[in-house]
Every structure is written in structure tokens, then in C-alpha cells.
């Protein structure tokens, strides 16, 4: 199969899968519709609305965490391709990679060292 | 052809890990469990909540169900029972399982819930920590099969297994692939004791099949990747290769819902400190350990 016809074949999948939740909603929905009754719709808290709105900006406290980790996302990026040809370009590969990643690693250290790897 | 086998015995596969799911937690086996539960939670009312946001509340679920089919689709089971064959395999099932995240998030936004919510971000912090685990580990694997093609990685380890070869590589993937279904002791997001069911808390009915559709396949496919990385896939003797494959699959499943039993749930915070300082450097260690390895080893 061409790359082409296996991303199709993947699409699919995925339509597929959609469809099948799709059908068993329509089963459920054979079975019978849900009865409107008050206070069934209350979100589980304490029995009521909660009184403060839940839709509000969240203090996401491993923001340190999460900028470091898109500096090692990019890397993987290039880890890849690397990783696929390494045994055939041999020493130079793990030389380039190894100074790459060691600089990576100061940096992780650096982070570490100025408290970004903790809950702020 | 091959796509109906392979999506027949995935369909098997999922129903055996919700029998060993329920064994794992309530001690009993009983075989036809799941279907009764499933066939009780399609005729029961799916509740919505009063404010909630429809995509994101709708999308979650299915989101879940189709990231876990996706990134199963591209491990085999054996030469021939594997429904697309990538060239990027293993990078493909990185990346399908990204959504994995993004579908918690959206389930926990969704509803309009303070424990949802909290549960959604919960996992957001929690898959900071262990991306790196899963990414990681899976380059060394590459690295010695020279190819992102998950054949070739199985086909690579006829000489000894991955498991033998990178144990510490084993280790890391197997814990996050535990962190991935948030299995005990990873189940910050929907902790049953403290969030009363956080992400999934709102789901009721049909919603909840899908939900709990989506985890066992989830469940199941990081179980299939470990074997296919790690455990040599189909690779053994005497039996027929499928047969392998679903052999350890069933193995790791069993190691991966019991091993949290015994084990206190740990907060995110704290998975990310571990995940961070200890993972993420040994995951370095362990590829430069392999780059050596293939460097000076017998080729």
C-alpha cells in the first residue's frame, strides 16, 4: 500500500469509530429518552450549583514544567530521524547527539537549579 | 481481510481486559460481567449537565475511543495481521496517543464541574510528566531496529529481546504507559476517593459505555505496544506468532492493573517531580547506553 492509501486507510478508521459511537447512541436512544426532572441536570458538588462559576481561568501550577517540556518536545523532533540512521552514520551520529543532548541536559539542570521544576 | 481479523480479536482483546479489570479490583471473575454492565448502561438515561459545553462534552469520549483505535491499528500482532503498515510507526502511536490528553481535557471542561474540571488539568499535568517516558524509551527501541516501522522493531529483536537489551527503557515505557490509562497508582484525573469520578464523573448511560469503551482499548493498546517494543512481539516458539502476541499482551495488561493495587495514588505534582528528575535523565542514560551498545556490540 502506498503512504497515501494507509492515511486514507487511518482516516477511515477514525470515521469509522465515530460511526460506531454514533450507532450506539442510536441504540440507547431505542431504549428509551431521558425524563426531565429538577435537579438532575446539577454538576456533582454538593447537591447544588456551585456558587462560583467553574469556566474561569485555572492557576495551572507546572507551568515551569510545561515550558521545559516544550523545549524537549521540539528535540524529539529531531531524535527521530537521528535515531532511524544511527547505526549507520556510527560514531559521528552519537558525538552530534551526544552535544546536543548535553546541552539539552544543562538546561534541564539549569531549570532545576533555578526551582522551575517544582509546583509554583 | 486483515483488518476484520485483527479488529475481531481487538474487540476480543478489550473484553478480556474488562474481565481482568474487574477481577483486579473486585477479586471475582466472572466472564460476563462486562457485557451485562454495558448492555445495563445503554438502556440507562444519559444525563446531561445543565450548563455544559456540548462539543467538548460530546467530543471527549469519542475522542478517547478513537486516539486509543488509531494508535492500535499501527502494532501488530503478527507478519501478516497488521491493518496499515507505516514506515513511521512508532512515531505514529506518539502521536496518536497525544489526544489521549486533549480528550481528558476536553471531557473535564465540558461538563461545567468543579471536579471535572480539576480532573482534566490534573491529567494535563500528569501527561507533562510522562510524554517524555513515552517518547524516549520508544527512540532507543529505533535506534536498534534502524527503522520507525513497528515490523521491523519486532523483526529486530529475534536476537534478544528489547526487554534484555534496554531494561531500563522497559521500565520507564511500562510506567507510562500506566501514567497514559491512568491506572493506579496514576488515577489522579478520576479518582474515585476525592473526585468523586472527576473527568468522568458526569457521564452517565451511554456516554459512560463509550467512555469505558475507550479506556479498555486505551488499556489494551499501550499493553500491545509494550509486547510489540519491548517483549518481542509475536517472536517465540511452538505456538502460532498471533497467539504470542496476545499471550504477553494478556501478561503485561495483568501486570499493568495489579501492580497499582498495592501502591498509594500518587499526586500529580509529585509524578511530575519524579517524571522530571529521575525519569527523564535515566531516560538519557538509557540512550546513550544503547547508542554505545550498538556502537561497539556485534552487529
Request: aromatic share 12%; hydrophobic share 60%; proline share 6%.
Amino acid at each position: 500500500m502506498s503512504p497515501l492509501q494507509q492515511y486514507a486507510l487511518l482516516f477511515g478508521m477514525a470515521v469509522a469509530t465515530v460511526g460506531f459511537v454514533a450507532m450506539l447512541y442510536l441504540i440507547a436512544r431505542s431504549f428509551g429518552r431521558t425524563v426531565a426532572e429538577p435537579a438532575k441536570d446539577v454538576p456533582f458538588t454538593a447537591g447544588t450549583l456551585s456558587r462560583s462559576p467553574v469556566w474561569v481561568r485555572y492557576h495551572v501550577r507546572y507551568y515551569g514544567f510545561a515550558l521545559l517540556f516544550l523545549a524537549f518536545d521540539m528535540e524529539m523532533a529531531y531524535m527521530y530521524p537521528w535515531a532511524v540512521v544511527y547505526r549507520e552514520v556510527g560514531m559521528v551520529a552519537l558525538l552530534d547527539m551526544g552535544v546536543f543532548l548535553a546541552i539539552l541536559f544543562l538546561g534541564l539542570v539549569y531549570g532545576w537549579s533555578q526551582a522551575a521544576l517544582r509546583r509554583q | 481481510m486483515t483488518l476484520v481479523a485483527y479488529l475481531l480479536l481487538v474487540f476480543v482483546g478489550a473484553y478480556v481486559v474488562a474481565v481482568v479489570e474487574e477481577w483486579s479490583t473486585s477479586g471475582r471473575l466472572r466472564p460476563t460481567a462486562p457485557l451485562l454492565h454495558g448492555l445495563a448502561l445503554l438502556a440507562r438515561e444519559s444525563l446531561t449537565p445543565r450548563r455544559h459545553d456540548r462539543n467538548l462534552f460530546e467530543a471527549g469520549p469519542t475522542l478517547l475511543l478513537v486516539a486509543a483505535v488509531l494508535a492500535l491499528v499501527a502494532l501488530p500482532l503478527a507478519p501478516g495481521l497488521l491493518p496499515v503498515e507505516l514506515a513511521t510507526g512508532a512515531l505514529w502511536l506518539n502521536a496518536a496517543l497525544v489526544y489521549v490528553a486533549v480528550a481528558l481535557l476536553m471531557a473535564g471542561w465540558g461538563p461545567d464541574g468543579a471536579y471535572a474540571m480539576v480532573g482534566g488539568f490534573r491529567f494535563v499535568g500528569q501527561f507533562i510528566g510522562y510524554a517524555m517516558l513515552i517518547v524516549m524509551p520508544v527512540t532507543a527501541v529505533a535506534m536498534r531496529a534502524e527503522s520507525l516501522a513497528t515490523i521491523a522493531v519486532v523483526e529486530s529483536q529475534a536476537p534478544l529481546w528489547n526487554v534484555l537489551a534496554q531494561p531500563l527503557g522497559f521500565v520507564l515505557f511500562l510506567v507510562a504507559a500506566m501514567a497514559v490509562c491512568f491506572l493506579p497508582p496514576f488515577d489522579q484525573p478520576v479518582a474515585a476517593a476525592e473526585l468523586a469520578g472527576g473527568v468522568f464523573g458526569e457521564y452517565t448511560g451511554v456516554r459512560l459505555v463509550v467512555v469505558r469503551l475507550g479506556r479498555l482499548v486505551l488499556v489494551l493498546t499501550l499493553a500491545l505496544s509494550v509486547t510489540v517494543l519491548f517483549l518481542g512481539g509475536w517472536l517465540g516458539p511452538w505456538l502460532p506468532p498471533a497467539v504470542w502476541s496476545l499471550l504477553k499482551t494478556l501478561a503485561v495488561v495483568l501486570v499493568m492493573l495489579s501492580v497499582g493495587r498495592y501502591l498509594p495514588r500518587l499526586r500529580t505534582d509529585w509524578a511530575l517531580e519524579w517524571g522530571w528528575k529521575l525519569g527523564i535523565p535515566l531516560a538519557l542514560v538509557n540512550i546513550l547506553w544503547v547508542g554505545v551498545v550498538l556502537l561497539v556490540g556485534p552487529a
